[in-house]
C-alpha cells in the first residue's frame, strides 16, 4: 500500500491531485488487479489543501501512471494525461469520476529505437498553457 507521484492543479476553484496509489485491493474493486497488487491513476480534491477527498481513478483494471490533469478544462471538459504503457493517452471526463473509453486516445508514445530512455514516458507535471498550445514534460 502506498502511493507516488501527487501533482496539484488550481481548477475552477478548487485543489485537484492525481496520485499514482499501489495496493493489493482497490476500495469497491474486491479483488488486485494482478496477483502482486495494483495500480491506480487516483484523483482527489481539496478546498485547503489540508482535508481532501478521493474521486476514484481514471481507469481501473490495469496498471496506469504516470498521469496529470490539464489546469483548465477543455472544451468544456476535464482533460487528463495518463500513461496507459507503452504511450502517453489523453482522456477525457464530464465529471472527473468517469473517463469513458470512447474518450480516451494515445497522443505520443516512447521512440521506435531500443535506447534505456526510449523505454518509458511519461508526464512530469500539469500541462503548461503556452500561445502555440499545450507543452507537456
Known amino acids: 500500500r502506498g502511493l507516488e507521484d501527487p501533482r496539484i492543479v488550481l481548477l ?17 474493486e474486491g479483488k488486485p488487479t494482478h ?11 481539496s478546498r485547503n489543501l489540508i482535508t481532501w477527498e478521493r474521486i476514484g481513478p ?7 501512471k504516470d498521469h496529470v490533469l490539464f489546469p483548465r478544462r477543455i472544451n468544456g471538459r476535464y482533460a487528463a494525461l495518463h500513461r496507459r504503457w507503452p504511450q502517453v493517452w489523453i482522456a477525457y471526463s464530464d465529471d472527473l469520476r468517469t473517463w469513458p473509453q470512447e474518450q480516451m486516445a494515445p497522443i505520443y508514445g516512447p521512440r521506435p529505437d531500443n535506447w534505456w530512455d526510449a523505454r518509458s514516458v511519461g508526464s512530469n507535471g500539469p500541462p503548461i498553457e503556452t500561445p502555440y498550445g499545450w507543452l507537456c514534460l
Open 12 to 28: 475552477d476553484g478548487v485543489f485537484y491531485m492525481t496520485y499514482t496509489a499501489y495496493g493489493r485491493k482497490f476500495a469497491g
Open 35 to 45: 496477483a502482486g497488487g495494483g495500480i491506480l491513476p487516483m484523483i482527489a480534491m
Open 58 to 64: 481514471i481507469v481501473r483494471g490495469e496498471d496506469n
